[in-house]
């Protein structure tokens, strides 16, 4: 394992390198390739995102990039420095509905701070800053149950920027939510990332969610999961939801699918035949 | 007696809206209850039942005031509380680190779990010969079957409450770095606490149970020497009046663990 | 190699709490068996395990455990019936009268969660020392789950297939037969099955208080005769009538549940 020579050789603005990355699952029925020889990196300041078909793969690099899981090949660098185990440069954002019920907004925004050990006064303080970024001033004392789904996933937000994480790792941030509060919520992550010049990397399925923030797409492969392509998006930024009805935002789209189509066909085929072995 | 399954009735169907007065649903309820006192009235004057079994209205409201006054009715009260409250916290004691013990290690869950599963729903009244072998006639056995019957329903919902964690809370406190006495006091202990409440209040129900059937079986104090005591008088006004308040205590109990559980809840939804 | 090596994990996960398990509570026999022999744990206090296991044949053969077990079912079988059929009953009336539900369903909760079973005083004093008392005790333990659950499985019926009936202009009984008791069944049956084994655990429960009937009789019988290993024996084998009870419903209920 190569660890800093891969990292040398990218640019030297380049804050997040993925180099090489193979993980594969033991199941019932043998050895299960997720992620297959992937390799990426992020500038400082830009926002990239990963598309896939469900079941490229994308969930799995999302772990091995935050450190939550061990036991593949490549390596991830953050800054030349080795990821091993959850990193503090990384902050992320997951999928699942992620507040904790039992604590306030204001209490889950201070809970990365709450773990640093910084006194009650002065995370308070920082946790205000950060809900009132995401546009949730005053709902400092309302409990997660008593906010929207919207609402809800924008204190997990505000939670991971509180730890003031150098790169926004996100994990379909969205999906559970209506396309209409996805756009609306885009907006806000746009206008966060522009205004704390934030990197992020993004992972989804959802191709407008995709085209509307990032810089750069990157499109997987269905199972193993590979990079199928890099499309670069030369849309003007400072961006919002409008830009979704102009042209070339179309075109960056139907670009994306039919990359993509190929993909999803696959492992819908895919899906079709297991379930048909299920049963037989 | 029985500790399988929640048997609640939704929040929001227990509100009958605004205007309890105007609410046909008071009206309703307020007709049922004088009916049946009414039937129950009417069949107490006709005679029609053997003697006494339903006595008059008048005559269990004497035997409640009666019982209410007397101050050696509180102290067999105190004794029963007592056995129920050692027995609560013994056998709970013991049920959480047993639940929490199978909740963590997966191998432990796995061997161990599916015996307090099958036993939980068994009549634990029949240990109680072994009891009194164990701990002797006097409180002792008695503490012991309540602790014995709010054993199960306390491990089961701890070892629940466990593993019912949602897997992606402890994912975010790991990628915050949170450390292992960090993930226990700030994520494993406040997302099984509802769970933990309910088996709680199931523990306390069938404990109550335990300790006073153990009591109407064999003892010289308690409530349920005093039932049992009734019975063999034939003093049914006495032992109405003793089971109206012990069914107030047992069901206002359930229900004051119950609202800790859903004070939570309240502020979760 | 690979694929046999995840074949061999996977047994391991079956088999290895299994053996820990069992083998737990056989080394507990034994480790009982060594105490008392030596002498820490007096044998007037716990008989010694093989003698429990010896007496297993005494208590069936002399004290006629498998008719003590017909008077038990017996006894559950007609409870069983009377919960069902008014449970079920009872939980359809509230359905379609729904001010009759908001009035009376929180008092049927709050039944179902009163120790009933400490009125048996007073249903020795209406039925007398008889069957009637062990099964009107078991019937009332066992009614209030039954009510509640075929209620909410009523009306827990999914709006959209109540409009497919609709859709189809079928009558309102095709609409309860066709669409909503197939909807309900299966939450039904978790109420019956609750039910039942709160019947099952207060008919043994009053058995053995009233000193009637069957099994819990016997227990009853066998302590007051002091004998230990009889008394032991018969304990176990109500446990384990019990717990292969709920065991049987628990396979029926996956059955009416396909795909969970």
């Not at chain 1, 193979?22 to 990426?40: E, Q, Y």
């Not at chain 2, 004691?93 to 869950?109: C, M, N």
């Not at chain 3, 083998?23 to 022999?37: S, T």
Request: net charge positive; hydrophobic share 50%; aromatic share 10%.
């Amino acid at each position: 394992m190569a660890t800093n020579a891969a990292a040398t050789t990218h640019a030297s603005n380049d804050i997040l390198v993925v180099d090489d990355i193979v993980k594969s699952f033991n199941t019932a029925d043998g050895s299960l390739t997720a992620v297959d020889h992937v390799s990426l990196s992020v500038k400082q300041g830009e926002f990239m995102a990963v598309i896939g078909p469900s079941g490229c793969g994308k969930s799995t690099l999302f772990n091995v990039i935050g450190g939550l899981v061990d036991g593949y090949e490549g390596n991830v660098t953050v800054g030349g420095e080795r990821v091993n185990g959850p990193h503090p440069s990384i902050g992320m954002v997951f999928q699942e509905e992620s507040t904790f019920p039992w604590r306030t907004v204001t209490d889950n925004v201070a809970f990365p701070l709450e773990i640093a050990g910084m006194d009650k006064a002065q995370r308070y303080e920082r946790a205000r800053h950060f809900i009132a970024l995401v546009g949730l001033d005053g709902f400092e004392n309302r409990y997660p149950a008593e906010l929207s789904g919207g609402m809800r996933q924008r204190v997990a937000i505000a939670r991971t920027l509180a730890s003031e994480p150098k790169i926004l790792l996100m994990d379909e941030p969205f999906g559970a939510l209506d396309e209409q509060t996805r756009l609306l919520l885009g907006d806000k992550v746009l206008q966060i990332q522009h205004q704390l010049k934030q990197t992020c990397l993004l992972i989804t399925h959802n191709i407008t969610e995709a085209v509307q923030l990032a810089d750069r797409v990157l499109v997987m492969t269905y199972r193993p999961g590979k990079v199928k392509r890099i499309v670069d998006i030369n849309l003007p930024r400072p961006r919002s939801s409008e830009i979704v009805s102009s042209e070339a935002f179309g075109r960056y789209v139907a670009q994306i699918w039919s990359d993509l189509r190929e993909e999803a066909s696959r492992g819908m085929r895919d899906e079709e035949q297991q379930r048909a072995g299920a049963h037989s | 007696m029985a500790e399988t399954g929640n048997l609640s009735v939704p929040a929001a169907r227990r509100s009958n809206g605004p205007g309890l007065w105007s609410n046909p649903v008071t009206w309703l309820r307020i007709a049922i209850i004088v009916g049946i006192l009414a039937i129950w009235e009417a069949t107490a004057a006709s005679g029609l039942l053997y003697r006494d079994v339903v006595p008059s209205l008048l005559a269990i409201g004497r035997a409640l005031a009666k019982l209410l006054s007397n101050p050696e009715y509180y102290w067999h009260l105190s004794v029963t509380a007592g056995e129920v409250g050692t027995g609560l916290v013994i056998g709970g004691l013991l049920g959480l680190t047993v639940g929490i013990a199978f909740g963590a290690s997966k191998l432990l869950g796995k061997s161990f779990e599916p015996y307090l599963y099958y036993l939980g729903p068994t009549p634990k009244i029949i240990f109680f010969p072994i009891m009194i072998m164990w701990f002797g006639v006097g409180p002792g056995s008695k503490v012991a079957m309540g602790a014995i019957s709010c054993f199960f329903p306390i491990a089961l919902s701890a070892a629940a409450g466990m593993r019912q964690i949602d897997e992606v809370l402890i994912r975010v406190g790991r990628s915050f770095r949170a450390s292992t006495s960090q993930m226990v006091m700030k994520i494993y202990l406040p997302a099984m606490r509802l769970p933990v409440v309910n088996g709680v209040r199931l523990g306390l129900g069938v404990a109550i149970i335990g300790t006073l059937l153990a009591e109407t079986k064999l003892s010289n104090r308690g409530i349920g020497y005093l039932i049992i005591q009734a019975y063999s008088l034939f003093d049914m006004p006495s032992m109405y009046a003793m089971l109206i308040v012990l069914f107030i205590i047992a069901i206002g109990a359930n229900a004051l663990v119950g609202r800790i559980g859903r004070f939570d809840a309240i502020k979760q939804k | 190699m690979n694929a046999a090596a995840t074949t061999r994990k996977f047994s391991e996960q079956r088999f290895l709490p299994f053996t820990l398990g069992f083998g737990a509570l056989v080394a507990f026999f034994v480790a009982v068996e060594v105490l008392i022999r030596i002498g820490v744990i007096s044998r007037y206090i716990v008989p010694l395990p093989t003698q429990i296991f010896a007496a297993f044949e005494r208590v069936i053969v002399e004290e006629e455990i498998l008719s003590r077990f017909r008077v038990t079912f017996v006894e559950a079988a007609i409870a069983g019936g009377m919960i069902s059929v008014v449970g079920i009953s009872l939980g359809i009336l509230l359905y379609r009268f729904d001010l009759l539900r908001r009035a009376t369903e929180t008092w049927v909760a709050a039944m179902a969660s009163a120790p009933t079973v400490l009125m048996y005083p007073l249903f020795l004093v209406i039925f007398g020392r008889s069957m009637w008392t062990i099964i009107m005790m078991g019937f009332v333990a066992g009614l209030p789950a039954v009510i509640l659950k075929t209620l909410e499985g009523l009306s827990g019926t999914r709006r959209v297939l109540i409009n497919v009936g609709r859709s189809f202009n079928l009558t309102p009984s095709q609409q309860f037969t066709k669409i909503l008791l197939p909807a309900a069944l299966p939450t039904i049956f978790v109420g019956l099955r609750l039910g039942l084994i709160f019947m099952l655990i207060n008919i043994v429960g009053v058995e053995f208080l009233i000193n009637f009937g069957g099994l819990g009789q016997l227990i009853n019988d066998l302590a007051e005769r002091y004998d230990l290993p009889g008394t032991y024996a018969t304990i176990f084998f109500v446990v384990l009538v019990s717990v292969c009870f709920f065991i049987f419903t628990e396979k029926v209920e996956r059955w009416l549940r396909p795909g969970t």
